[in-house]
DNA sequence: AAGCGCCTAAACATTG
DNA sequence: TCAATGTTTAGGCGCT
């Protein structure tokens, strides 16, 4: 089944399925400009704006130092003038170097935020929920730090002062001093111990850091032995670094990591491979890994299918996985481009996550509103079963079914527009795929029909949709037919007919082609023409329109069950398409809603639908205007006579499962010439 | 329950 | 010989 998708997607080309696709090539337009402010997107103002409140956090920490740096100072000079002793000079610190601030340390902190400024940032609010977690984490681990780090200032100065002192006092009770410097020192130890625990309590609360069992012994151990510079170094560094690791384990968030000696590149990549999965993190991390890394996954990684990259927008083609990472490490390294791309991606998957909840919301709503049937253990919500379903309790059991290998479609979770007029058919996500045993629900195929003229839009719903069309084979051959210039088509043509129109008919080729075969055989309105080329299909009409009435006229039921999505149909169309453009989602709509072939088909399926009504329910209650019954197209014999083929629809659900073969490449236009923008 | 229509699968034949 | 094209049969399911 993967294959499938791999093959459908080069193979149809220009019918590109995901509404991700037209996206993807925006940002492929983007992207060659890379530095250059010539492409301002979303993602790029979010950017900007995440970079200037790292700008102005910067600047604040930087203010924040000074002021640090200057109070300390002051603090200093008033130790000195409260120990009234003037003899401690710069130089005597100089001369001090066991005693110094460790220089990493030194580095990596000095950045407090104060509070108000801190608020400040929180008021611009350009920064994210989890940015400003780490930025707070890291804030308070810096003052924690700090307050070590003025601390052992203090204690270096005190012990200078004592010593001298010592110095000067001469020998009058030496002892006394000695008993209340040890005193002192020990107090100071203490407060710094305390600091200390508070700090990795900090830490560890916040998950910045896990103490193991003995892990505790470290800092207490170094600290009952009296503090030692180099192992408070090495204790802030495995401090940092255990943070360091945590933040960027953390599934590829990451914050603004104002202490790290270089500043993020790109914080939003990390934000993005969230979404992506840990490929993305993995290629923009680290390019040295990333071939081990794939070596054994490479049949699942996401960006490579049936020997082509899935970067979007790229779709080279490779003989093999290595030339494949190689191509990943060389075209797709983490550049502007890439950046750009993928900062696009996330937006693309981040609309769709929003459109899909906002669907299910409202399919929600629907449904309670009409009140549909809640006997449905299904925990996926059906579509539109908005008639009601009468058969559902039939039709429940077979969904349970297994699950067949289709892949999910990923362009429509909202059912069809399709007046799918098969009442029964329930049409779930689940049925769609699940082709179970039974599948084919087709109901009275002759009754459902596509009703109103809406229906060009289903088309272009069944254009991009893998929803098995709700017509049968005959009646999509004979549209195919006749939507022809010369009304004939060979079985080729047929094939590229179907694969073009429909997604659904883009698998199983296979199945469905000898299920066209079999209908093109089987049923007499086919005739089979010799051409000059080889042999033509053509269709007969009358044959045709022989065997369509007869159902609808026998079930009232059926008949309500058309009134019914008549009335729908519409509304449906109208829904389906609120709820793409309310997503701003570019689907295959408008675009091709004037293409001859769409209205073509449209109106012949229409007629068909019309006919079958007109026969069944001769004083066309339903709404369906201007219903020429037939004839408006291509020479329909109006008499709706016996009943020989009139199909309906091909089961929505059908079996959906079958060896994939599409046969791509067959050029989709081989037949008539519209191929509108397929 | 029977009959019908449709779908799927498959065997087989024909053709290029 | 092979693949595409046609034909035919069989079985299953949903619907009436």
Redesign the pocket.
Known sequence: MMQESGTEATSNGPASQNGAVSVEDGARDARPKSATSVDVTAADLIHLQQQQALQVARQILLQQQQQQQHQQHQQQQQLQLQQGTNLKSPKDNDNLPSLQVPVSVAMMTPQVITPQQMQQILQQQVLSPQQLQVLLQQQQALMLQQQLQEFYKKQQEQLHLQLLQQQHAGKQSKEQQQQAQQLAFQQQLMQVQQLQQQHLLNLQRQGLLTIQPGQTALPLHSLTQGINPAELQQLWKEVTNLKEENSSNSNGRRGLDLSSPQPPKKPLLNQHASTNGQYMSHSLKREGSTLDDYQHSHHSHPLYGHGVCKWPGCEAVFEDFQSFLKHLNNEHALDDRSTAQCRVQMQVVQQLELQLAKDKERLQAMMTHLHVKSTEPKSTPQPLNLVSS??LS??A??EASPPLSLPQTPTTPTAPLTPLS????VITPNSLHH?V???????????NMPISPDIVQNKEFYMNAEV?PP??????IRQGILESPEKQL???E??NWFTRMFAYFRR?A??????V???????KC?V?V?NVK????TVDELEFQK?RP??IT??P??VK?IQTSLGYGPALSAAFQASMAENNIPLYTTASIGSPTLNSLANAIREEMIGAMDHGNSNGSDSSPGRSPLPAMHHIKEEPLD?????????LV??????PDF?HHRDYDDDQGHDDML
């Open positions: 009468i058969t039939k039709t059991p077979p098969q009442a029964h058919s082709s045993g039974p599948m084919r629900r087709r109901y009275s195929d002759k009754y098995r017509f049968t084979y005959a009646s999509l060979t079985l080729n047929i094939y199983n296979a199945t469905w082609k000898n299920a075969r079999h209908n093109l055989s089987l049923h086919f089979r010799e080889g042999a033509v299909w065997r007869q159902k026998g079930s039921a059926l069950n009943p020989e083929d009139h199909e309906g629809p091909l089961s059908t079996t959906a499962n079958h060896s046969d």
